[in-house]
């Protein structure tokens, strides 16, 4: 019989993460364990408001509450369903989901991405870069790249202004001369209005930028037709893409999407995003938000079916209270043992 339990862990970045929308340093993350037969999966839950539980305590209460019913006779698949249906807000359904995907990987004894049937192989991973004044940025991007990083994600769409993010921006590309092998992207978080992303991507196209990700606020997609028209960069949603059936609405005027897994709910759905993505032509992205190598574990064990890959946020926590998702020459990977390779390191 499968049992749940909860443990909550606050989780302290080593450098806060400035972006569009705020500044933050840290937060409590709920980690969710599904236990059988002497057996246990691991899952965690970073809150936020738009993901639909703002605290550990909502996110808690809907996943006790949804397990009254029992987990024992359905499928994973079954289970998210039910879930979603219940109203159990993704990023609380993610914990369970890849809890329940771990454990089941462990009982087979398998690392999760072989029993899914993929590689234990993935892109570069990104290593972000919150909105920071040039002075900071020059200081901390020699620090990423001596941390192994091969790919810079540079958060734009400061509230100060577009000259503010060229500033921003220039200070980078003046840290990495001498390494232009570095991969630049932008996200700027929706922090553009329709003509300052028309200016930034023309702008941006010139100095190294592979690509730009929500450049326009979710619930804008209407503009995205005449931003995509002409575009010199490629353009990937995010905070736009949440659910597969989201995409048909705009895949003719991106590039790609970004998926998360607090987003969307966790693996069940993001196979199923991956999938919708790949019918339409689309590139695919798997990001992050604010949690540690056990979410993070999860998502790298997708992590070869993927053209760009963000899964970074563990390398900015002091401390980690998780292992099993290392960063290997630039990449994010699996730890290779059964399960998706995520656990606590004092469980």
């Excluded at 703002?54 to 499928?75: I, P, R």
């Excluded at 702008?203 to 010199?232: H, I, M, S, T």
């Amino acid at each position: 019989m499968l049992s749940i339990d909860f443990k909550t862990l606050y989780l302290k970045k080593r450098f806060p993460l400035r972006i569009s929308r705020g500044v933050f340093e840290g937060s409590d993350n709920l980690f969710v364990s599904v236990s059988e037969n002497g057996l246990t999966g691991w899952g965690e839950m970073a809150p936020g408001s738009t993901e639909g539980a703002n605290t550990v305590e909502q996110g808690a209460a809907m996943l006790g509450d949804f397990c009254k019913t029992g987990l024992d006779e359905a499928s994973i698949q079954q289970t998210w369903d039910n879930a979603h249906a219940a109203g159990v807000a993704p990023c609380a359904l993610a914990a369970l989901d890849m809890a329940l995907w771990d454990l089941r990987a462990k009982q087979a004894n398998m690392p999760l991405y072989r029993m899914l049937g993929l590689a234990r192989r993935a892109v570069v991973s990104s290593v972000t870069i919150g909105i920071n004044p040039p002075e900071i940025v020059r200081q901390r991007v020699p620090f990423l790249l001596d941390q192994g990083a091969r790919a810079l994600k540079i958060k734009l769409g400061t509230p100060d202004g577009i000259e503010a993010d060229k500033a921003m921006y220039m200070a980078v590309l003046k840290a990495t001369e001498g390494h232009e092998d570095i991969a630049l992207r932008v996200d700027a978080n929706g922090g553009w209005s329709l003509n300052d992303a028309h200016l930034m991507n023309a702008w941006l196209a010139e100095r190294r930028c592979e690509y730009v990700e929500q450049p326009l606020v979710r619930g804008a997609e209407d503009q995205l037709p005449e931003l995509f028209k002409n575009r010199p960069l490629p353009i990937f949603v995010d905070e736009s893409c949440r659910m597969s059936s989201d995409i048909p609405g705009f895949a003719d005027c991106v590039d790609g999407v970004n998926l998360k897994l607090m987003k969307c709910g966790g693996i069940t759905e993001a196979l199923r995003i991956v999938g919708t993505a790949r019918a339409f032509g689309l590139k695919t992205m798997i990001g992050c938000m604010g949690e540690s190598s056990i979410s993070i574990a999860a998502g790298a064990s997708l992590g070869a079916l993927f053209d760009y890959i963000d899964l970074d946020s563990h390398l900015n926590l002091d401390p980690d209270p998780a292992d099993g998702a290392p960063f290997v020459n630039g990449i994010t990977l699996p730890a290779d043992r059964p399960g998706h390779g995520g656990r606590l390191t004092d469980a």
